[in-house]
């Protein structure tokens, strides 16, 4: 399956240029900090002009390109539910942010949806993934003792084909795309694929850091949805 960042949601669908009596205030719209717990997000809303809303619509996705798949590194891992796959599909695409990037390193932020014009804060509801919107999560790295934020961008929620594509933002120390996908096993189980291309400008980092890090920050989110997806009754 080939991804670019031509099939994220954004530019075409929702330009800038006001459109609606909602859009129209948007310039004018302010992130609460006061709802935004980490220092290393307020720090990156800082130093990425996020204060307002306009700043959120001006960011773009870097994803993995195909025709220059050799450039990128690989991670792939994969994750056992013991649900049926409509049941897990259903499970990866409601749980709040907050319950699905909590754990011992990462931790939510705040969200931005370009479609509703919205941002969802810890506390708030949330009524389901969608394209386009915007996650900024914390990443607490060598036991607390060093805080990065991190963004990446929903492109693609894919139900026929129970996939979802996630790409770093413009600016970040990476650039490429996660794709998570849903198949089930003849047992009747959900086996989750997680399959990530990446690089950046540091060959050190993407092959001695990166690998490891990223797979102790994705195992914590599948054991957030495998716990949220196996505590519910199969789909029938």
Known sequence: MAFNSKTCLIYEDYPYRPVNKQAMITPFLEVDLEKVRQKTVKKFIANFGLHKFSGFTEMRPECYDPSRESSYHIHRKTFLIKNDVDSVWNAYTTIHPKEAWNGAMVSFGLQYSRKKNIINYLNDDYSGMEKGQIIILNLRLLWGGFNIAVAHE??????????????????????????????????????????????????????????SLHTRAITEFHLNVKKKAEAVLPVT
């Open 154 to 211: 929903v492109c693609d929620v894919n139900e026929k084909n129970r996939t979802i594509k996630l790409c770093y933002m413009r600016g970040g120390a990476s650039t490429g795309s996660q794709i998570i996908s849903l198949r089930e096993t003849k047992d009747g189980l959900t086996e989750v694929s997680h399959k990530t291309f990446y690089k950046s400008n540091s060959y050190f980092r993407d092959t001695q850091l990166y690998p």
